[in-house]
């Protein structure tokens, strides 16, 4: 009885981890994080830990870019009604315009994606540079600057479920999933909010790498990788 059950049990884990194949050709080398004033901080460096580790097992070069090469504040235009300074200031490492030319381009969320002036450079940029990208990955309310981009026209994609109505206002024929945690169309990768961005690059990572790469950061990070259909958060915003 015992030795059915391990077999059955070893079936069970033999389908339910499925080996992803490495895809063939070049892999992406140059990835760039956009930058702007009030970005939400775990969109930027939960992906670039995620990166970082990605960096021990294979040649890649990652960049934090923003429109002037400059520091880029967490802080928001309005203080918190609390009064909180729970700020932070990273520089860039570039310009929009002396940007090294990216494969990858990856856009965060956070309260500065609604201010119009602020995001005004940062959809130009993405628009600008998206038709040479192997991917293009947004995190959270990063999807709207793709919406406002033009680049999820006719696509499946998803964004933070605690900021729907604000990102789904943005595009055409955009077929939002309310119950993802990360969506894959063609070239392009958009994630539910914060956290999701870390599940939404393990997910990319496995898909461009293989799965013994994405499970090695996984572990070296020792995160529970939640996949693309484990969404708790549409049914809670009520989706
Ligand atoms: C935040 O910083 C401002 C300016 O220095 C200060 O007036 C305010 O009291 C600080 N907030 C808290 C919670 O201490
Ligand atoms: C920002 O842009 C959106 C559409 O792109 C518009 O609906 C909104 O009114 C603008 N907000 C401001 C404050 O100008
Ligand atoms: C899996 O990844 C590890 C770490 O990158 C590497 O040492 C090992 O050779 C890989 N194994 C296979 C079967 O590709």
């Not at 009885?1 to 070049?26: E, H, R, S, Y």
Request: hydrophobic share 45%.
């Amino acid at each position: 009885m015992k030795n059915i059950l391990t077999i059955i049990l070893g079936f069970c884990t033999a389908f339910a981890v499925a080996n992803v194949d490495p895809q063939p050709g070049p892999k992406p080398k140059n990835i760039g994080i956009a930058l702007f004033r009030a970005w939400q901080p775990m969109d930027v460096f939960g992906v670039f830990e995620a990166l970082w580790e990605l960096g021990l097992l294979t040649p890649i070069n990652v960049y934090l870019i923003d429109a002037d090469g400059s520091a880029a504040m967490v802080k928001p235009f309005n203080p918190f009604a609390t009064g909180s300074n729970t700020t932070a200031t990273v520089l860039a490492d570039y310009s929009f315009d002396n940007a090294p030319p990216l494969d990858v381009w990856i856009v965060g969320g956070g309260i500065g994606t609604r201010d119009n002036a602020t995001m005004a450079p940062v959809i130009e940029f993405t628009k600008k540079v998206y038709p040479s990208l192997q991917y293009m990955i947004s995190v959270c309310t990063g999807a709207s600057v793709l919406a406002r981009a033009g680049i999820l026209d006719g696509k499946r994609a998803t964004t933070n479920k605690n900021a729907w109505a604000f990102v789904t206002q943005f595009g055409q024929r955009i077929r939002w999933q309310p119950h993802m945690r990360y969506v894959r169309d063609g070239n392009v990768w958009t994630t539910s909010g914060v956290s999701a961005g870390v599940d939404g690059i393990l997910g990319w990572i496995e898909y461009v790498w293989g799965t013994n790469v994405s499970t090695t950061v996984t572990n070296a990070m020792e995160w529970y990788h939640s996949g693309a259909n484990d969404d708790i958060f549409g049914t809670l915003h009520g989706l």
